[in-house]
């Protein structure tokens, strides 16, 4: 995996409206660090922080189907998102497929590389 590869994840982690504050202020902290050795110390955290803020499934669905999704997203949009995260997991879906799971998931399959 190239730096500029990285680079990609970590400002998708930033980009995805999904993520939570927390990670989208490391992944701030990451990118504002360039070239310096705090990012090569943050970089150790990356994956960490991306288990952090992936959701299984089953989180999803269960988010979807209570009151606070109700409040956040509306009556229908809880709705929306219940039944797409059924069929998703039908699917085989394990993780949630919001912006901000994708990125943490495309970090988490790349352990090996990043660590």
């Not at 980009?15 to 701030?28: G, I, L, M, R």
């Not at 288990?51 to 509306?74: H, K, M, Y």
Request: aromatic share 4%.
């Amino acid at each position: 995996m190239t730096h500029t590869q990285l680079t990609q994840l970590v400002q998708a982690l930033l980009d995805a409206p999904t993520s939570n504050p927390t990670v989208k202020e490391f992944a701030q902290s990451w990118l504002d660090a360039e070239g310096t050795e705090k990012q090569a110390d943050l970089t150790k955290q990356l994956v960490s922080i991306a288990e952090q803020n992936i959701a299984l499934i089953d989180e999803t669905i269960g988010f979807a189907g209570s009151e606070l999704a109700v409040q956040i997203l509306g009556k229908e949009g809880a709705a929306n998102l219940l039944q797409h995260a059924k069929d998703i997991k039908a699917q085989g879906a394990e993780f949630c497929d919001c912006p901000g799971c994708v990125a943490a998931k495309n970090i988490i399959d790349l352990k090996a590389e990043i660590a």
